[in-house]
């Protein structure tokens, strides 16, 4: 399987991007995934992720401003962010595991700023 992110860009403080993670095959027997992003000097982070197909969870700085969800044809994970601020600027990675095997996208920057 292979993951293209793409929708990274800058914006200003307030603003929305959505990401979006298409893969090559079809996601329909992941049962995980999810945004990763990294900030320069600091540690990967996991922003948000979906397990067994449905079931969300977000870290705690992006609660209520982020959304992770599933296209319709099940190869498309999307990361709507809304209400953007300077510290979610980091490179972005989508990231799958199907049978207990991860894949990577290659990252996507997102720069927030006035």
């Known amino acids: 399987v292979q993951l293209q992110a793409s929708g990274g860009g800058l914006v200003q403080p307030g603003g929305s991007l959505r990401l979006s993670c298409a893969a090559s095959?079809?996601?329909?027997?992941?049962?995980?995934m999810g945004w990763y992003r990294q900030a320069p000097g600091k540690q990967r982070e996991l922003v948000a992720h979906?397990?067994?197909?449905?079931?969300?969870d977000y870290a705690d700085s992006v609660k209520g401003r982020f959304t992770i969800s599933r296209g319709d044809a099940k190869n498309t994970v999307y990361l709507q962010m809304n209400s953007l601020k300077p510290e979610d600027t980091a490179v972005y990675y989508c990231?799958?595991?199907?049978?207990?095997?991860?894949?990577w996208g290659q990252g996507t920057q997102v720069t927030v700023s006035s």
């Open positions: 990231n799958v595991v199907i049978m207990s095997m991860p894949y």
């Open positions: 095959g079809t996601l329909f027997a992941a049962n995980f």
């Open positions: 979906i397990v067994s197909g449905s079931s969300t």
